[in-house]
C-alpha cells in the first residue's frame, strides 16, 4: 500500500476518533481531517492524493442540494400546520399503549418517508407528551419508539433521508449506475419498517423503562392566563371540548367559556363549542404557544385584530413589566398597550396564580409577566428601554398558516408524483416544490433559511471531501480486498461485512459520514467481485440510516434522550435487537431483488 494510502487510512482513523470521543465536533472534524489531507498533497505534489478541487466538488453533489432542498419543503409543511392536519384523525384519542404506539408509529413512519425525520420528530415530541398525559402511560415507551419510526420510515423512499439522497448521488457518478428510483429502495425499507414497527409493539413494555418526563409536571412559576376565541367557520365549532382536544392539553386547563356575555364557569367534556365562544386559559408557556397554533383558535379578536403587521409575520415575545412602565397601575384595555407598544398582550402571569376576569380589565403591576404577539422589531425597540425588565422572544412562535395547508399537501404530493413517474429529476421537483412553498406564503424566505440545517450540509461536504479522498489514495481498493479475502469471495458475506463496517461507524459518529467513507469500499468491492453497484449502494444506505444502538447515531435519538429519561443502556437493551432485525431483512431481500 503506497504512503498516500496509509496517510490518508491514519487521517480517517484520527477523524473517527475524535468524533466517537466527543473530542471535536464533525463539522470541524472531518474539515480539520482533509485540510491535512489536502496540505500534504499540494506540498508534496502527490497526484494520489486529493486536490482543493475535487475535495470541495462535493457542495455540488446533486444529493447535497437536493437535502437542503427538502428542508424547505418540510418547513413549508410545518408552518402552515399540515403534518397536523394528515396527523390529528389518525392518531384519535386511545386509551391503551398497544394503541397509542400502534397510531403514532405508523403516521411518522409514513411522513418520514417523504420528509427530513429531525423536523417530523420534532412536531411530534408535544403529541407524545399530550399521549402519554391523556393515556396515564410512561412517556419513556413512547419517545423512543418515535424517533425509531422516524428512522425505519426514512428507509422507504430515496428522499427519506439525507443519506440515501448522498449515497445515491455518489453512485450516480459511478460508470453504468443510473441511479436508484424514488421507490426503489422500498423493496427493502417497507419490509424493515413492519418488522420494525411489530418489534418495537411487542418488546417495548418489556426492555424501555416505565418513566420519562411529561410537560407540566415541573411546577412552573409562570401559569398564564391567557384568553382564545374559537374561529366562526372553523372545524372545532359544534364539538364538544372533549372532541375537540381541550380537555386534557399538557400544562394547561380550562377555566371557563364565554358565550355571548355569558359565563360558564364549570365547562363539562361534553359542552359544544359555539363560534364565537371566549376560552380562558391557564397554563405555562409551551402549552400556551401550542394552543395558538391550534387549527379553529384564535387571538381574542378585540386585542390582535388592529395590529398592523399581518399575522404571518408576528411573533411572541415575554416582557416582564418594570416599576417605571407608565402603563402600571392602569388597565391593560385603558392603558391603551396596543397602541402605544404596536403589541397585543394574550397571556398575563402573576405570581403562578390565576387572574380573574377578562385579560383587558386586568392592572398591570410591577413584575408581571406579559405573553405579547407583535412584530419581530419590538424586540428592539424594547430590549434596553425602561418599561420593561426583561423581553425575549419565544421561539418557533410565528402563527401557523392554516388557510395554506392544503397548498403544502398538494406540493408535496405532486413532488413526489413528478420524480417518481420520471417527469422531471429528483433535484428539479424539489427545487420546484421548494419555490412553490416560497411563492405562495407557506413559508417565508427568512423561514426557509433558519429551518435548513446548515451544519448537516457542512458535514455532508466535508465528508464527500474524505470520501473522494479514500478512493483517490487507493486505501478504499486495499480495504475492500481484504473484506473480500476474509469472506472468501462470497458476495453475500461481503455485503454482511461492509454493513456490519457501516452500522459501527454509523453508531459512533454519523449517518452521513459513515455512509460517505464506507461507500468507496463498497465500490471497489463491487468491481473486485464483479458484482453489480446496486445491491452495494443500498447495504450502505440501509446501514446509514438505521442506527438504533446509541443515542448518538441518529439526530433524534438523541432528540429523545432527555425528554424520555433514558440511560444509556437504554439504547443498547432495546436498539441492538432491532439492529440484527432491519440487517437480517437487509441482507435476506438485497440479493433477492438485485442479482449480484
Request: glycine share 8%.
Given at each position: 500500500m503506497r504512503w498516500e494510502a496509509w496517510l490518508t487510512v491514519a487521517v480517517v482513523v484520527a477523524v473517527f476518533l475524535a468524533l466517537a470521543s466527543g473530542r471535536a465536533r464533525p463539522v470541524s472534524g472531518l474539515f480539520g481531517g482533509l485540510t491535512v489531507i489536502i496540505t500534504v498533497g499540494a506540498l508534496t505534489g502527490s497526484e494520489h492524493l486529493v486536490a482543493?478541487?475535487?475535495?470541495?466538488?462535493?457542495?455540488?453533489?446533486s444529493g447535497l442540494i437536493t437535502v437542503g432542498l427538502l428542508f424547505v419543503v418540510a418547513a413549508g409543511l410545518v408552518h402552515t400546520g399540515a403534518v397536523g392536519?394528515?396527523?390529528?384523525?389518525?392518531?384519535?384519542?386511545?386509551?391503551?399503549?398497544?394503541?397509542?404506539?400502534?397510531?403514532?408509529?405508523?403516521?411518522?413512519?409514513?411522513?418520514?418517508?417523504?420528509?427530513?425525520?429531525?423536523?417530523?420528530?420534532?412536531?411530534?415530541?408535544?403529541?407524545?407528551?399530550?399521549?402519554?398525559?391523556?393515556?396515564?402511560?410512561?412517556?419513556?415507551?413512547?419517545?423512543?419508539?418515535?424517533?425509531?419510526?422516524?428512522?425505519?420510515?426514512?428507509?422507504?423512499?430515496?428522499?427519506?433521508?439525507s443519506t440515501n439522497l448522498i449515497v445515491d448521488g455518489l453512485a450516480r457518478a459511478q460508470p453504468g449506475f443510473d441511479g436508484l428510483g424514488l421507490f426503489d429502495i422500498?423493496?427493502?425499507?417497507?419490509?424493515?419498517?413492519?418488522v420494525g414497527i411489530g418489534y418495537i409493539l411487542l418488546a417495548s413494555p418489556r426492555l424501555l423503562p416505565a418513566g420519562g418526563s411529561a410537560l407540566g409536571e415541573t411546577p412552573d412559576p409562570r401559569r398564564y392566563t391567557v384568553e382564545v376565541s374559537v374561529a366562526r367557520d372553523g372545524p372545532l365549532v359544534g364539538r364538544s371540548i372533549e372532541a375537540a382536544g381541550l380537555r386534557h392539553l399538557p400544562g394547561l386547563f380550562l377555566a371557563e367559556i364565554e358565550r355571548e356575555g355569558e359565563l360558564l364557569p364549570a365547562v363539562?367534556?361534553?359542552?359544544?363549542?359555539?363560534?364565537?365562544?371566549?376560552?380562558?386559559?391557564?397554563?405555562?408557556?409551551?402549552?400556551?404557544?401550542?394552543?395558538?397554533?391550534?387549527?379553529?383558535?384564535?387571538?381574542a379578536a378585540d386585542r390582535v385584530d388592529r395590529l398592523t403587521a399581518p399575522r404571518e409575520q408576528r411573533c411572541l415575545?415575554?416582557?416582564?413589566?418594570?416599576?417605571?412602565?407608565?402603563?402600571?397601575?392602569?388597565?391593560?384595555?385603558?392603558?391603551?398597550?396596543?397602541?402605544?407598544?404596536?403589541?397585543?398582550?394574550?397571556?398575563?402571569?402573576?405570581g403562578g396564580r390565576r387572574l380573574p376576569g377578562k385579560i383587558g380589565d386586568i392592572v398591570l403591576q410591577a413584575g408581571d409577566t406579559l405573553l405579547l404577539e407583535t412584530h419581530p422589531s419590538f424586540l428592539q425597540r424594547q430590549r434596553n428601554a425602561r418599561d420593561f425588565f426583561l423581553v425575549s422572544g419565544?421561539?418557533?412562535?410565528?402563527?401557523?398558516?392554516?388557510?395554506?395547508?392544503?397548498?403544502?399537501?398538494?406540493?408535496l404530493a405532486g413532488m413526489v408524483t413528478l420524480a417518481a413517474s420520471g417527469v422531471l429529476t429528483l433535484l428539479n421537483a424539489a427545487l420546484l416544490a421548494a419555490g412553490t412553498l416560497v411563492l405562495t406564503g407557506c413559508v417565508t424566505g427568512p423561514e426557509a433559511r433558519?429551518?435548513?440545517?446548515?451544519?448537516?450540509?457542512?458535514?455532508?461536504?466535508?465528508?464527500?471531501?474524505?470520501?473522494?479522498?479514500?478512493?483517490?489514495?487507493?486505501?478504499?481498493?486495499?480495504?475492500?480486498?481484504?473484506?473480500?479475502?476474509?469472506?472468501?469471495?462470497?458476495?453475500?458475506?461481503?455485503?454482511?461485512?461492509?454493513?456490519?463496517?457501516?452500522?459501527?461507524?454509523?453508531?459512533?459518529?454519523?449517518?452521513?459520514?459513515?455512509?460517505?467513507?464506507?461507500?468507496?469500499?463498497?465500490?471497489?468491492?463491487?468491481?473486485?467481485l464483479g458484482a453489480g453497484l446496486t445491491p452495494f449502494v443500498v447495504v450502505v444506505m440501509m446501514a446509514a440510516s438505521a442506527a438504533f444502538a446509541t443515542p448518538i447515531g441518529y439526530q433524534t435519538n438523541l432528540m429523545v434522550y432527555g425528554p424520555g429519561g433514558y440511560r444509556f443502556a437504554d439504547y443498547l437493551r432495546f436498539g441492538l435487537p432491532l439492529n440484527a432485525l432491519v440487517m437480517g431483512v437487509t441482507l435476506g431481500m438485497v440479493p433477492w431483488v438485485w442479482e449480484f
Open positions: 482543493p478541487a475535487e475535495a470541495v466538488a462535493g457542495f455540488g453533489n392536519l394528515v396527523t390529528d384523525p389518525l392518531l384519535g384519542r386511545p386509551r391503551r399503549l398497544f394503541t397509542a404506539q400502534l397510531r403514532l408509529l405508523g403516521p411518522v413512519a409514513g411522513l418520514s418517508a417523504f420528509l427530513n425525520n429531525t423536523p417530523i420528530v420534532a412536531v411530534f415530541l408535544p403529541v407524545v407528551n399530550d399521549l402519554a398525559r391523556r393515556c396515564r402511560l410512561p412517556a419513556s415507551r413512547l419517545y423512543l419508539p418515535l424517533s425509531y419510526a422516524a428512522i425505519l420510515g426514512g428507509t422507504c423512499t430515496l428522499i427519506g433521508t422500498a423493496w427493502v425499507g417497507v419490509p424493515a419498517t413492519v363539562a367534556p361534553s359542552e359544544r363549542l359555539h363560534g364565537g365562544d371566549r376560552l380562558v386559559f391557564v397554563g405555562v408557556l409551551e402549552s400556551v404557544v401550542d394552543l395558538h397554533r391550534m387549527r379553529g383558535i384564535e387571538p415575545v415575554e416582557a416582564v413589566v418594570s416599576d417605571a412602565c407608565p402603563l402600571v397601575g392602569h388597565s391593560i384595555r385603558d392603558g391603551r398597550f396596543r397602541a402605544e407598544y404596536q403589541a397585543a398582550v394574550i397571556a398575563v402571569a402573576r419565544v421561539e418557533d412562535s410565528t402563527p401557523r398558516r392554516h388557510d395554506r395547508a392544503w397548498i403544502a399537501l398538494a406540493t433558519r429551518h435548513v440545517d446548515w451544519n448537516v450540509l457542512l458535514v455532508i461536504g466535508a465528508a464527500l471531501g474524505l470520501g473522494e479522498a479514500i478512493a483517490q489514495s487507493g486505501a478504499a481498493a486495499v480495504a475492500a480486498g481484504e473484506l473480500v479475502d476474509l469472506a472468501g469471495g462470497e458476495p453475500l458475506l461481503v455485503l454482511a461485512a461492509i454493513y456490519l463496517v457501516t452500522l459501527l461507524c454509523t453508531e459512533l459518529i454519523t449517518n452521513n459520514a459513515a455512509a460517505v467513507l464506507v461507500f468507496p469500499i463498497a465500490v471497489s468491492a463491487a468491481e473486485t
